[in-house]
């Protein structure tokens, strides 16, 4: 499964702010402990499952999510406990 990657607008303002803190792939507020991780490709405007794999132009790797994003039911099914390619 392949979708569009939702960023908020204010995604670059917030991750300017968080500091040494990895950005959320979503909001971009600081994470200090990622739980979860989305594989973002097509050169960051899409994310997708494991089991869509496969050589994709514009692949990013995993980026963390932080948990009031990870609670949005539209980027549930993406999400990855354990970030590794297979």
Known sequence: MITRLRRSKSW???ADK???DT???VCGQGI???RVWVWITGGGDNIQT???HR???GDMGFHPVGP???AKPWIRP???THPHKP
């Open 32 to 34: 200090r402990t990622s």
């Open 55 to 57: 050589d994709i132009a």
């Open 12 to 14: 670059h303002r917030n």
């Open 50 to 52: 494991l089991d869509e």
């Open 23 to 25: 950005p959320c792939a």
């Open 18 to 20: 968080a500091g040494a």
């Open 68 to 70: 009031s994003c990870a």
């Open 78 to 80: 993406y999400l990855i």
